[in-house]
């Protein structure tokens, strides 16, 4: 047992998150709003269709308005809803806008006791035929949104656009952690092997590698699959996708490399110069240059990852779990590896 704790703990922590990860559900949320357009001067009546919501069970007690900024909101005249994922908005839109803009995007707000508040950016565009500031400051109407309905429950975050694929983000993402802290591990051997000449370390280096290539993989087809259903294809030759597979290949090349030579000294030491090597290339291919560069993947073109837009505290609970939990049974695979392979390499040494 006493070998074996962190084994244990690594498959209690990943039956912890699969089961809270896919069976936890998500806050109500809003799928749509139809019609997108809207003009000034007009009666707007929109269509919302909700997620988790309870339309019905809150008849008489849901709040809507389009917000444009901080200081201008209009609120819904009439309010009726039609199923529990379905309500009815009207609205009536002043004859000028509180803007100097022609066409002015608002974010849709819902409101319940049952459901608590839901939020859909960029809900409707409403233009202006002319611009009067004096005209739609005395037309706009001040709307405090301050005293929005709190719903406190166990639940993760609805966002627009990913939906229930937002669960994705306790295996993809952990996975590309594990493989970075797995890598480290095998160029940590391939350190000891240069400065001991151990066989152990370098079949150790090598397991490791092979492990973190398994959870790269894994990592780069979880994301092909989240992709399809966020992006619209599973490969759209973004930046990061490009660089992961460029970081991949130069790892498969680590284990071509091994297999170019018959003497094993001359395997292990190469092989463990160019596993350093390999390392270095992963932090300015996965990490700097698609900060530089325009992406569709979050953490890209200079914004940070893993922030309030990406993450929740009921998030948390499950996804640094889900690294940890990752990360140790990839340690767990990378040793029953190693035992693997330490067991041919005694038996080709006594067949010699």
Same mark, same amino acid.
């Given at each position: ?60 007690? *849901? ?124 160029? *940590? ?23 973190? *290539? ?74 700097? *240059? ?63």
């Amino acid at each position: 047992m006493k070998g074996t704790w962190w084994k244990l703990l690594g498959v209690i922590i990943l039956i912890y998150v699969f089961l809270t990860g896919l069976l936890v559900p998500l806050k109500p949320g809003i799928i749509a709003a139809e019609p997108s357009t809207a003009k000034c001067g007009q009666e707007l009546k929109m269509t919302v269709k909700g997620y988790n919501s309870h339309f019905l069970t809150a008849a008489g007690q *849901i709040g809507a308005w389009l917000k444009q900024d901080e200081k201008n909101a209009l609120k819904a005249v009439a309010i009726s809803p039609v199923s529990e994922q379905e309500l009815q908005l009207t609205f009536d839109i002043p004859a000028f806008l509180n803007s100097k803009k022609q066409v002015k995007d608002f974010t849709l707000i819902l409101d319940n006791p049952v459901d608590g508040p839901s939020v859909l950016p960029s809900a409707v565009f409403i233009s202006q035929d002319s611009i009067n500031p004096q005209m739609a400051a005395a037309e706009w109407q001040q709307h405090s949104l301050t005293d929005l309905q709190e719903k406190s429950a166990f639940n993760f975050p609805f966002r627009n656009i990913l939906s229930e694929t937002i669960r994705n983000t306790y295996f993809h993402v952990p996975q590309w952690f594990a493989m970075l802290f797995i890598f480290l591990g095998g160029v *940590i051997y391939s350190f000891f092997y240069l400065k001991n000449g151990k066989e152990e370390d370098d079949l150790r280096a090598a397991a490791f590698t092979r492990v973190g *290539i398994l959870f790269g993989i894994m990592g780069l087809v979880t994301g092909a699959i989240w992709a399809n259903y966020t992006w619209g294809k599973p490969w759209s030759w973004d930046i990061k996708q490009n660089m992961t597979a460029i970081a991949l290949l130069i790892y498969f090349a680590y284990f071509v490399l091994r297999s170019s030579f018959d003497d094993p000294e001359k395997r292990a030491r190469l092989s463990a110069v160019y596993n350093l090597f390999a390392f270095a290339t992963l932090i300015p291919l996965l990490y700097v *240059i698609p900060r530089m560069t325009d992406s569709l993947h979050p953490g890209s073109g200079g914004n940070p990852a893993m922030g309030g837009e990406d993450l929740d505290n009921t998030m948390r609970m499950v996804f640094y779990p889900a690294i940890i939990g990752w990360t140790l049974v990839g340690f767990w695979m990378a040793n029953l590896n190693f035992r693997i392979e330490k067991i041919r390499w005694g038996l080709l040494q006594n067949a010699d």
